[in-house]
Structure formats: C-alpha cells, structure tokens
C-alpha cells in the first residue's frame, strides 16, 4: 500500500505545473484557509494540516480551516467565480488582481495568514496563493487531481509549502512593515561605514593616450646603479607594471558624500641594464612602494532591487609614498664594487594625488563588491625658494611620476537610518 501511495505521489508530481511565483512567507504555526467556489473542497482542512506536518519540518503547529467569511460572502463569491473562470498558464499575478476596493481589503486584512485557493478544471485542481501584501495571487499553478486525497495535499506542499517556515509576525513588526516604504524608494542611511581589501593592477602607460608619451621611460635602463637618461620620473629607474594590494576603511553620509582612508602596496624591480657587467655581483634589487592616503568621494545609489544597492562613484584625494629598498648580493661576492655604494636613493617621502571612478555593488545591505579605475601621481615638491646663490643642488629624483589603475575590491558594511 505504502509503495502505491508513493508511486500516486511521484506521478502526481510530475504533472505538477506552475504558473508563476512572487517571493512569499510561509509562517511558523500560521494559520493556513482554504477557500473554493466549487460545491466543495477536495481535500479537508485536516488532510492539510497533516500533509503540511508531514513535509515540512519547521511548519511548527499549523491551524487550518476553510475560510468560511469568504464563501459566504457576495463580493468573495464574485471574485472567486472569476478567479475560477480565467486562472489558466496564460496570466499573470497582476491581470489576475482584486479590482474590488472591498475585496482587496479583505485580502490585506488577512495579516499572516495565507489563504489557499482551489478549483477544479479538466482533471485538473488549480492553486492560487494569498497574503496580506498584495490584492492578486502571489503564486499559482496546477496539479493532476487524484482519488487519493493525502496525495493531493503532499502535493500541494511540495510545490508552494515546502520553503523553511519563518517565526509569526507580531502585530507591532506587522504595523512597521506595513508603514515602510517601497524598496526602491527606501529612507537614506545617515552612515555607511565598511572596510575592504582588493587587488589590482598599475602601470605608467595609461590607456587611450600616446605611446611616445612614455616610451622613454619604459625603454630607459639604469646603469652602474644610479645612471639614467632623465630622472624625472621613478618609472625611469622601476619597472612600472605592478600587482596592487590595499586594504582600506570608508563611510559615506546620506548616501552623497563620502572618504576613505588607505594603504596601498606595490613591489617594483629596478630597471637594470642587462649589458652592464657591474650587476653579475646582485642577486636581486627592487623596491616595495607603501601608499597612504585620503580620497574624498561623491556619489549616488540605486536600489535596482531588494538585496542588491548599486552605487556609482567618483573620487578624488592625496597620498604620501614611502619607498623601502631590497637589495641582495650573490652569495659568492665577498666585497660590493664602488658602484653599489653610491648607488640611486629616492627621496624619503614623495606626494601625489590620486582620483579617478568606480562602482560599488552592495548585496544585503552588507557585503559589497567594487571596481575602480584612475590615476596616481607622486613627485617632490620644493619646500623653500631656492637661493640663486647657492651651490646648484643634485638633480631632484622622481619629481613627478602618473601611473593608471584598475581594481576590484570586497567590503563589509555597516549601515546606520
């Protein structure tokens, strides 16, 4: 018998046919009514109650009755029989709408409970699915009607009830979430707070723009550690081309302005001249560059949906540059050569601005995901006006070096009505 009852479920199934369906609730210990315009039901109350306990675990105790109020009332009669009439694969929740203004209020009067709609057509029993946030069905769809009534309520709860029940509502988080806004037009936040790490990319050559505005500095070469054709930029002693590694904090007011504060990594080879014997003595030679900074940035978000905040941004700020040295000689080299001890020192701190674009997309109100391009420069400016009488000064090193940037970031957020 139990191998039967099986088998009438599983064909029942297969020919299980749904409509459509909006995101809706299925409450703990809630309160479940069926309502038909047939003669009547084709599964008792208690038949669903049991089918409700049987396939969902977290359904608690449900309660379950027909809606009596509704069959005897005219305008629950009127929309029934209609509903009946054009319920078919072919319409939507919104051509199926309560157009009444007093059967709407009936539905929104509902509060947690959910109301099971049931008819029978052409061997078929059609489902439509009500709550209290909206005057049309929230789901809908069919099932192949059988003499086995436990049949039929399984599956009915295997097609729209078998979600994870959520804890009842209390009359005051009822009246809240009724008085909050649409989710589009949701009050700002006063504060978005998030921290964040990404990873990105940086070089001299920055995209749309001439190449023989850098060749020279792409092609230069340092020889015997400190000569090179012009000094102007660090990206004619470094190589240019870097993995990028930050980790930064932000918050943004009212979702229009905003700052952050970084720290940025990059780790550059120094460009040596592979035709210069005076490196056979090094082993390695490169420099980490270590970016703090501020930006300021204004911006704009969208709430494209529920669980998804998208927020365009432009950015603008200062940053200060430390460069920190890694310089090894070979292990068989006793003594360095008179070059490696004069070799290039950079300056101990060079600053620079950094602005540029980007785009934040926030799921769930808490983890974000971002994408940023622009440009940094770094230079040294003079502090004091030289004096014309003094002995001509060593030619400033790194006076102004730009580089372009990509990256992509993750942030956890934080957020404050």
């Known amino acids: 018998m139990r191998i039967l009852l099986l088998l009438i479920v599983f064909v029942s199934l297969t020919f299980a046919n749904e409509y459509f369906s909006s995101p809706y609730t299925i409450w703990k210990d809630g309160e479940y009514l069926l309502w038909t315009p047939d003669d009547s039901l084709p599964i008792s109350p208690n038949e669903f109650c049991q089918a409700l306990k049987r396939n969902n675990s977290s359904i608690g105790a449900p309660s ?3 809606i009596g109020e509704w069959q005897r009332d005219t ?21 199926l709408k309560a157009r009444s203004k007093m059967m709407a209020a009936k539905i929104s009067a509902l509060e947690d409970k959910i109301v099971i709609f049931m008819t029978q057509k052409n061997g078929l029993l059609q489902i439509a699915l009500f709550n209290e946030t909206a005057a049309q069905p929230q789901a ?22 078998a979600k ?13 979430i009724a008085e909050e806004p649409d989710p589009y037009f ?21 995209p749309l723009t001439p190449y023989n505005w850098y ?15 012009d000094s102007l930029s660090l990206w004619n002693f470094l190589e240019d081309e870097s993995l990028v590694l930050s980790a930064y904090v ?20 120094v460009k040596t001249d592979s035709k210069d014997t005076t490196y056979r003595e090094l082993d390695l030679w490169r420099f980490g560059i270590h970016d703090i900074g501020l930006t300021l940035h204004v911006t704009h978000s969208f709430n494209t949906t529920k669980w998804l905040e998208i927020s365009p941004f432009a950015f603008f700020g200062f940053q200060y540059s430390f460069l920190a040295e890694n310089i090894e000689l070979k292990d068989n080299v006793k003594k360095p050569s008179a070059a490696y001890s004069t070799r290039i020192e950079f300056e101990d701190v060079y600053k620079g601005g950094v602005f540029g674009i980007g785009s934040r997309f926030l799921f769930k109100k808490n983890f974000g995901l971002v994408f940023r391009t622009g440009i ?18 060593p030619t400033i090193i790194g006076g102004l070096t730009v580089d372009g940037f990509i990256n992509a970031g993750i942030e956890y957020h934080w957020n404050w009505k």
């Open 64 to 66: 379950c009755r027909e």
């Open 75 to 95: 305008i629950s009669i009127l929309y029934g029989n209609w509903l009946s009439n054009n319920l078919n694969k072919e319409m939507s929740g919104e051509l």
């Open 140 to 161: 809908a769809g069919s099932i192949t009607l059988s003499n086995n009534k436990n049949a039929i309520a399984d599956n009915i709860v295997k097609n729209y009830f």
């Open 164 to 176: 994870n029940a959520e804890r009842r509502l209390t009359k005051s988080e009822r009246k809240r």
């Open 186 to 206: 949701q009050e700002t936040k006063k504060m978005d707070l998030w921290v964040g790490a990404n990873i990105g990319y940086s070089q001299a050559e920055i």
């Open 215 to 229: 060749k020279n500095k792409l092609n230069s070469r340092v020889k015997r550690y400190r000569v090179t054709k």
């Open 250 to 269: 932000g918050a943004t007011w009212y979702g229009i302005f905003g700052g952050e504060i970084f720290y940025r990594y990059s780790g550059h080879d």
């Open 376 to 393: 940094t420069t770094r230079g040294r400016s003079e502090d004091t006006t030289p004096d014309p009488n003094a002995v001509a000064e």
